[in-house]
């Protein structure tokens, strides 16, 4: 048989379908191109052969079989152009009519090339979706060039502005409580432009080195700096770093908008580029310097070399141009002096161990970039001599206090008030304040007249030296702070101590105590632990306790209480004197807080519940950062160290018989388009009304005929009590109207800016007096005040109290009438016998008290006032004590109306 009449084998990819097709001859699927090499391979031999030529499934095509259609028809893709060999004219040949590609299997014409292939045509699968390189280079190529478009386009479009009216600060206008104006301050004053030949050398490279050391060299924006910017904005941060000198200059001296914000952001890019090449070096410098704000209201190297060192700034030294290079960082945290009432870690240690730091960083880049010799900058390890922050004559006396005051209120209630710390250095406001002239300046006489007829440092200098008082005064209405007194000169001593302090309040403390077992109850001690908190007992002011001196303190189980080291607790009194009758030394809780018996307060924190004492304070309005030692018995005695204005605004709750208002010093801030910030007096009840009238009740007891008569004023009822603390380091005297609240505070605290700690020292011999109590020096000065600032107001009454709670550890009566009844009751009244231990043979108590058998007078405490004074807290068993506390961190957070730690 001749070769090609044999039957062709079988093809391996393409099964039985394929095969058939093959032995059809249906001329269906062309064979591949180039198994042969030949086009006549491909479609047959030349005339006189068969259509089937012997290539057409020869052992080549054995080897490279067809897989099915979809195999011909990727067959037809990749090589369908060299299929068409012969003439596509031919219709014999491939293609035509009657050649052997007509049929499914022919092949599509190719078509048009697209302008971008993608997908990609000739891909496969995944392969398709990969950009080709061209695609890729041509994307970024049309990206880099539309920036350098719109990059010519804003570089065009923006010039060289003119200096903005921001570039010097405005004054900000305080205005007294009845519309009249106090002071002008904040802006222009404190700003005066100099030249660059009158600015040191050193200045100029003290900054170039810290901020931009290629400043002479760059083109006004730092690249670098601009990605860490973009790459801090896409993690969601702020749009902010990066800025040059340059960029620094325009956004403080040119634009208006100081928000950080991605369009700002850009707009200051494109005009420092443009100043960047339009502006000598030498004049974006001296903008910069002239235009920059250094802290303490002074913007601009001359003010700012003004008010740190009191000289010219081409005065200043290396050292001293290093240590203002830093306050650029932000004056509030670099300033030496501190910040507190910006924010509490702003301490005057912390801010100068900053400042240190990063002025020597300063000296050493100077050197290192050959700007300063090792010689000179050997001279400058330490922070230069700094002068404290108010130079202006203007903010002398209680102004600068009180401007103080304002500021930090509005800045720490920005999200309030709307106004932050840069827009109130921005100035253009007018700012009206809380605070009444007449009383700011009754409070300021009264202290001057006590201070000048008592205290003599030259005289006394081992007792009579860092002696300092501190005042406010609070409307109990809505808690306006209507006066302060911060100090002897805000120019001078710029500790404003209405503010926190540190001092402990001592006894003025024990109000508290006695509203929280008015309001909650003593816990029954007959229970378990569990179910004494749900069975408790409302307190009456003629409930009895022990007034024994070094009494042991009991747990409301009556279990000793014990300290960590397992030591039974003795609570002692000031003086070390018993009140009340043997063996128990009873007495009723309005005597005790007459004679402000310590063990008699400390036990009934103990029956109430320490956490309930401390819940009562802060409903008060006291702040949770003041309250120190809240799980030792001593807490309800006043270790804790509140300002001066929370103490008077805690006081006024009672006042207000119940009502509490957080103290505020700003009523309303406007600017030239109007109203900014309106405060709204917002009222909540701390107390029932029938719980602070009670309070009241026996608050006028101690002024009437305790340890406050000194406070009396003739005609009004006066509520009020002394404290003093332990070891005699703070007096207090905190009392009030129904119109006014005042807190009166004495202390020594050597609290030198330039030292290392600040120690509250004892006042044993101060003023020439055996010891100093709040019924002495503090409650003076509250009377001398409150005379002449209430001397034109109405003469107003306390309410009536009604009758509360019941009379704890009664004790049985010799008549028929059970000793435990309710309030309406009156306690027992035992008669003296000779036995007992008495310190005044003629006290005349009234039917509502029990201790007149206690030694009421003649205590030898010279006060003059015929009472025993308040008594001291005893050392407590942890480590609260206020002795020594570093700048202002005592009470940290208190007063968050004043800025960081204010109260």
Request: charged share 20%.
């Amino acid at each position: 048989m001749s070769e090609h009449r044999r039957k062709p084998p079988q093809p391996q990819g393409g099964g039985r379908a394929a095969a058939r097709r093959g032995q059809s001859g249906s001329g269906r699927r062309a064979a591949p191109l180039g198994d042969t090499g030949s086009p006549a391979d491909s479609y047959g031999a030349g005339a006189g052969s068969s259509s089937y030529g012997s290539s057409a499934y020869g052992p080549q095509e054995q080897a490279r079989p067809y897989g099915g259609r979809a195999e011909a028809r990727r067959a037809a893709q990749r090589g369908g152009s060299r299929r068409r060999a012969a003439d596509p004219g031919r219709r014999g040949g491939p293609g035509g009519p009657n050649g052997p590609g007509r049929g499914r299997g022919r092949t599509a014409p190719p078509a048009g090339r697209r302008f971008i292939d993608y997908p990609r045509a000739d891909r496969y699968g995944w392969r398709r979706w990969v950009p080709s390189w061209k695609l890729m280079a041509g994307l970024f190529i049309g990206f880099m060039g539309s920036l350098m478009v719109a990059a010519g386009i804003g570089y065009a479009m923006v010039g060289v502005p003119q200096l903005a009216k921001t570039a010097t600060a405005q004054n900000n206008v305080y205005y007294w409580a009845d519309g009249s104006q106090m002071v002008a301050t904040g802006g222009e004053r404190n700003r005066q432009i100099v030249n660059l030949s009158q600015i040191p050398k050193a200045m100029q490279w003290a900054v170039i080195s810290q901020e931009n050391r290629t400043f002479y060299s760059d083109s006004g924006v730092d690249p670098k700096g601009i990605a860490r910017a973009v790459f801090n904005m896409a993690r969601g941060g702020q749009v902010q770093g990066g800025s040059t000198i340059t960029q620094q200059y325009v956004k403080n001296a040119m634009l208006d908008d100081q928000s950080q914000t991605i369009s700002r952001k850009l707009k200051e890019i494109f005009v420092a580029i443009k100043v960047g090449t339009k502006v000598p070096k030498d004049k974006i410098l001296e903008g910069y310097l002239n235009s920059a704000y250094y802290g303490r209201g002074a913007y601009g190297i001359q003010a700012a070399a003004q008010a740190y060192f009191n000289k010219n700034a081409k005065d200043l030294n290396a050292g001293e141009c290093a240590f203002l290079s830093a306050m650029l960082k932000g004056a509030t945290y670099y300033d030496p002096a501190g910040a507190t009432s910006l924010d509490p870690t702003a301490t005057a240690q912390a801010n100068q161990k900053r400042a240190l730091a990063q002025m020597q960083d300063t000296l050493d880049k100077m050197v290192k970039y050959g700007h300063l010799s090792a010689q000179e900058r050997a001279r400058y390890t330490t922070l230069p001599k700094w002068k404290n922050p108010r130079s202006n004559t203007a903010l002398s006396g209680q102004i600068g206090y009180l401007v103080d005051l304002a500021n930090s209120y509005l800045v720490t209630h920005s999200e309030t008030t709307g106004i932050t710390q840069n827009k109130l250095q921005l100035g253009g406001l007018s700012i009206y304040t809380t605070f009444d002239k007449k009383k700011v300046n009754e409070l300021e006489k009264a202290v001057t007249k006590v201070r000048k007829a008592n205290i003599d440092p030259k005289k006394r200098p081992k007792t009579d030296t860092y002696v300092q008082f501190g005042g406010a005064s609070v409307d109990p209405a809505n808690g306006a702070i209507r006066a302060i007194y911060g100090g002897e000169d805000a120019t001078k001593h710029f500790t404003n101590n209405a503010d926190v302090t540190g001092a402990q309040v001592g006894s003025t403390f024990k109000p508290f105590v006695l509203a929280a077992a008015m309001k909650w109850g003593v816990r029954n001690p007959h229970l378990k632990p569990f179910q004494a908190q749900d069975e408790r007992t409302l307190v009456s002011p003629k409930s009895l306790y022990s007034g024994q001196n070094k009494l042991k303190i009991r747990e409301y189980d009556h279990t000793v209480w014990k300290n960590e080291k397992g030591e039974e607790w003795l609570q002692t009194n000031d003086g070390g004197e018993s009140y009340g009758t043997p063996p128990k030394y009873l007495i009723d809780l309005r005597t005790a807080m007459q004679f402000s018996v310590n063990s008699a307060y400390v036990q009934l924190g103990m029956d109430v519940g320490l956490d309930k004492v401390k819940e009562t304070a802060l409903s008060a309005g006291l702040l949770e950062s003041s309250l120190t030692g809240t799980n030792y018995p001593s807490f309800s005695i006043g270790i804790s160290d509140p300002s001066a204005i929370r103490m008077a605004g805690a006081y006024a709750t009672f006042a207000d018989r119940g009502k509490q208002n957080d103290p505020f010093s700003v009523q309303k801030v406007l600017d030239k388009d109007g109203v900014v910030f309106k405060h709204r007096t917002q009222t909540k009840q701390a107390f029932d009304a029938k719980v602070a009238d009670n309070v009241t009740d026996v608050l006028k007891t101690v002024v009437e005929k305790g340890t406050g008569t000194s406070a009396k004023l003739p005609g009004r009822d006066v509520a009020g009590k002394t404290g003093t603390t332990d070891g005699n380091r703070s007096a207090w005297f905190v009392g009030y109207t129904p119109q006014l609240s005042t807190a009166i505070s004495m202390f020594r605290l050597d609290d030198n800016e330039n030292s290392k700690s600040r120690t509250f020292l004892e006042m044993y011999g101060t003023g020439g007096q055996e010891k100093i109590h709040g019924a002495s020096f503090p409650a003076e000065i509250w009377h001398d005040y409150m005379a002449e600032a209430l001397k034109n107001e109405p003469v107003e009454r306390f309410h009536t109290p009604e009758p509360i709670g019941e009379v704890v550890n009664a004790q049985p009566s010799p008549t028929p009438t059970p000793s435990a009844t309710p309030s309406e009751t009156e306690s027992p009244t035992p008669s003296p016998t000779p036995s007992e231990t008495v310190t005044s043979p003629t006290p005349s108590p009234t039917p509502s008290q029990t201790c007149g058998f206690f030694g009421c007078n003649g205590n030898g405490n010279g006060n003059g006032n015929g009472g025993t004074t308040d008594g001291g807290t005893t050392p407590t068993p942890t480590d609260t004590s206020t002795e020594t506390v570093g700048g202002n961190t005592r009470g940290n957070g208190n007063g968050g109306f004043f800025g960081g730690t204010t109260g």
